[in-house]
């Protein structure tokens, strides 16, 4: 099949924005038309797709054929999807977005969704109008917590119109019964559950019963706090406006990870970023990263902090790189945390995903934790403030018994039972002694990602461990700002460097991330929407031996036809894969011959005078790309730069063609001393007014051509008419027939994959049904 090439692209959310980014595309030449496509990925989200293409229109095949990304696409009036729960034993994700709960198939998010519409009340809505709240439509109930109760059922909490509410969901022994519904006439206050105000972020975790949540607990948003609600434990929070406890926190993650094999140790731990307390003008940061822990089994104290935790404890979490001179450049805001359980309980790994604070540098990085550093710096000295200039120093002083973050009943303290037993001394210390003095530093005392000098920041992040030929390989997948999911793996390269490779980059949105092991899906989630991604897309490294040897995807090896998910499982003797190396000459010995001779040649016309678009991308963003031009009589020769020839990431544009720059146009690509063909195209050059004929305004085929870019279209068009009004001496020129072939084919291959727009509403309030399949999306 030949596809026309896309010679300029954007995915964009409003129709405006994507018609001034196509019409200001400088790559896209003078004599291809422009055009946005609506593709609609549910009713509540369209992007706006423009494609900038020489004379006919054909934007799809390639675009659709690689968007493996399979998008959510029910129809219901809604916003800010979160993912809230993976219940990987029913084979279930729980989303929650503004005013509905959604419970859907992991094997296919499209699949069945069971929905729960739960609005907050008209009366309430008006209530919360009052108050002068809802500018931004705040005055909705957003899903902010789905924890699984029991068996049977979940319990969820919402903003409610910025009066929190909580109640429980019945989903059934079994994902066949396909139950989702709430508990009827059951409603919990969720006040120290949920934030009030949908623009805090909360993290909650649901423990033996207790919830145990870092929110905002009133409706003014300034009263943060680490609470615990529910459950036969009394409630128990941080101290109420004390700077030195959390100072205007962002939550980000709470998790328990237990300390030994005493149960009574099991603590919870929370990360988070805050305002810094020393930051205003001076030389510290504005914002610090944070890891916090609390005994799960804190009471609160008997005559101070009554109510609350005695074992509050809290250190910074430090990630920064020294540049080549000698500049140490921090990031400490603090954006997502992923931990990654190892076979020891106690000892999982910690992935932290920070951007630079400031608005002038933009940077990002990964940085991994090891849960014995973060236990040291908890076990190490307090920080204390002291001196004439009151400056943070370790607290030297004699420190009371219990040491102060040691749990009642544990390893070291068995004679205690309750924290309400800790001696007034000890009480008081933590309540003034909240901060360790040392900072927890990242494993091998630097980043494992770093991105400066880019023009996005990563906010989210999902690791995978792989087994592939060579050995285990984490595989990081980072959501950006710009909407996208980058897929990442990093390399030693020698005993003190490493290397670090991005594999692919997805087109999602901006993203919050969650996966499954056993579905090996991504799943992914925003303001707009949710994504399915598939952790392994070999098929995009394209048939040859080389090409998906030089990727380096773990998942992937070349069987002996293609490039295929791998699995240590099926290991056969034939399979090709070399992550460390990449080396395709050692590799793929006797398999690329062939692979030369497979790659077709594709057919391209360019228009005298204007200029053209040569595609091409090799499967791996690490090659060099090399043009070799041969003319018609055989010679050939290197494209060089002093020609009009613009070099992109993508390929080249020639510009003002003229008809002795027909010829075969070979893109030859080096990576890791291994050279190979990526394209081959033969350009004709078409007669400047053979082209202003089919183009003109007043000429027959543009009058009914829908796709000009001042007529924008939500559904993909009819195809276009053959153009036979043509004057007799164009429609004889073979050019002519066979650019207008080629059209036709490609307008049945898009009326062919284009998504059907789904329109059916397919909500029910407490009164679920199965939901008939939908069919699956291309
Ligand atoms: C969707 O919800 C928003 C906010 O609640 C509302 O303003 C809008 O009118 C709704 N749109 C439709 C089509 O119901
Ligand atoms: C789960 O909890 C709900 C709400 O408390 C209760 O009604 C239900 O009976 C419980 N189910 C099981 C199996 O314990």
């Not at 731990?269 to 504005?286: I, M, N, Q, T, V």
């Not at 279209?713 to 066979?738: C, D, G, K, T, Y």
Request: net charge positive; aromatic share 8%.
């Amino acid at each position: 099949m030949s596809v026309c090439p896309p010679i300029c692209l954007s995915v964009c959310l409003s129709l405006s924005i994507c018609l001034s980014e196509c019409l200001s595309v400088s790559l896209c030449p003078s004599a291809c038309l422009s055009v946005c496509l609506s593709v609609s990925l549910s009713l509540s989200l369209s992007v706006y797709v423009s494609v900038c293409l020489p004379l006919c229109v054909c934007a799809g095949p390639e675009l659709l054929e690689t968007r493996t990304a399979r998008p959510f696409s029910f129809s219901f009036n809604t916003s800010d999807y979160r993912i809230l729960h993976m219940d990987q034993d029913q084979g279930r994700l729980y989303l929650g977005s503004r005013e509905y709960l959604v419970a859907l198939d992991m094997h296919n998010i499209n699949k069945e969704p069971l929905i729960i519409h739960w609005p907050a009340t008209t009366q309430r809505k008006g209530e919360c109008r009052m108050t002068g709240k809802g500018g931004q439509g705040e005055c909705a109930n957003f899903v902010r917590l789905i924890e699984p109760w029991n068996r049977t059922h979940l319990y969820t909490c919402g903003t409610g119109a910025y009066k929190p509410i909580c109640t429980f969901i019945n989903r059934g022994w079994r994902a066949e019964e396909y139950l989702f519904r709430l508990v009827p006439g059951y409603g919990d206050s969720g006040k120290g559950k949920c934030s009030y105000d949908p623009r805090q972020e909360n993290a909650a975790a649901l423990i033996n019963g207790n919830l145990y949540a870092g929110v905002h607990v009133d409706f003014m948003g300034t009263d943060p706090a680490i609470f615990r609600t529910l459950g036969d434990r009394p409630a128990v929070r941080t101290e109420q406006y004390d700077s030195r406890w959390l100072n205007e926190p962002v939550f980000v993650k709470i998790q328990q990870i237990p300390d030994s094999s005493e149960r009574n140790d099991d603590k919870l731990y929370f990360f988070f970023r805050e305002k810094s307390l020393d930051g205003a003008g001076g030389a510290s940061p504005s914002v610090l990263a944070r890891v916090g822990r609390v005994c799960l089994n804190d009471d609160g104290g008997q005559r101070s902090l009554v109510n609350k935790w005695t074992t509050f404890l809290k250190a910074r979490l430090v990630c920064s790189v020294i540049g080549s001179d000698g500049v140490e450049t921090y990031f400490d805001e603090l954006k997502d945390v992923f931990i990654q359980p190892t076979q020891d309980l106690r000892n999982p790994v910690v992935y932290a995903v920070f951007s630079t604070a400031g608005s002038v540098f933009k940077g990002s990085a990964v940085c991994v934790y090891s849960m014995s550093d973060i236990r040291n710096v908890f076990n190490g000295p307090f920080s204390h403030k002291h001196g004439h200039n009151y400056q943070w120093t370790p607290y030297t002083g004699k420190i009371p018994y219990p040491r102060p973050g040691t749990c009642p009943g544990g390893t070291f303290t068995p004679g205690l039972r309750s924290t309400k037993e800790f001696s007034d001394e000890a009480v008081n210390f933590v309540r003034a002694h909240p901060l360790m003095y040392h900072s927890v530093y990242p494993i091998h005392k630097r980043p494992l990602v770093v991105r400066t000098g880019v023009d996005y920041r990563f906010t989210s992040i999902v690791v995978d461990l792989v087994d592939a030929v060579d050995g285990r390989y984490e595989v990081l997948f980072l959501g950006t700002d710009r909407g996208t999911v980058q897929k990442v793996i990093v390399l030693p390269k020698d005993t003190s460097t490493t290397e670090e490779l991005t594999l692919e980059e997805v087109e999602v949105f901006r993203p919050f991330l969650s996966h499954s092991d056993t579905q090996q899906q991504l799943y992914v989630s925003s303001e707009m929407g949710l994504t399915q991604v598939s952790l392994h897309r070999c098929g995009v490294y394209g048939k040859a031996c080389s090409d998906c040897c030089l990727a380096r995807d773990p998942y992937c090896a070349w069987d002996g036809e293609t490039c295929s998910a791998f699995s240590p499982s099926t290991k056969r003797r034939s399979r090709r894969q070399d992550i460390k190396h990449g080396d395709p000459l050692r590799q793929c010995r006797g398999f690329n011959a062939k692979v030369e001779k497979r790659l077709s040649e594709t057919v391209q016309f360019g228009v005298e005078g204007s200029s053209t678009f040569l595609e091409c991308q090799p499967r791996s963003p690490q090659a060099t790309v090399k043009w070799l031009y041969q003319k018609p009589d055989g010679r050939r020769k290197v494209l060089s730069r002093d020609r009009e020839v613009l070099k992109t990431g993508h390929g080249i544009l020639l510009k003002s063609l003229s008809h002795a720059d027909g010829g075969l146009y070979n893109c030859l690509a080096t990576e890791n001393n291994f050279k190979h063909t990526v394209a081959r195209v033969a350009l004709r050059i078409l007669d400047r007014e053979i082209v202003e004929a089919l183009t003109s305004p007043d000429g027959p085929p543009e009058d009914q051509n829908p796709h000009h870019h001042r007529h924008p279209h939500h559904h993909p068009p009819p195809p276009p008419p053959p153009p036979h009004n043509l004057p007799p001496q164009f429609s004889s020129q073979p050019e002519i027939r066979l650019i207008n072939q080629y059209c036709q084919s490609y307008w049945q291959q898009l009326n062919l994959n284009l998504p059907t727009k789904r329109t059916s509403r397919r909500h029910t309030e407490s009164q679920p049904e199965p939901a008939p399949g939908a069919p699956r999306q291309s």
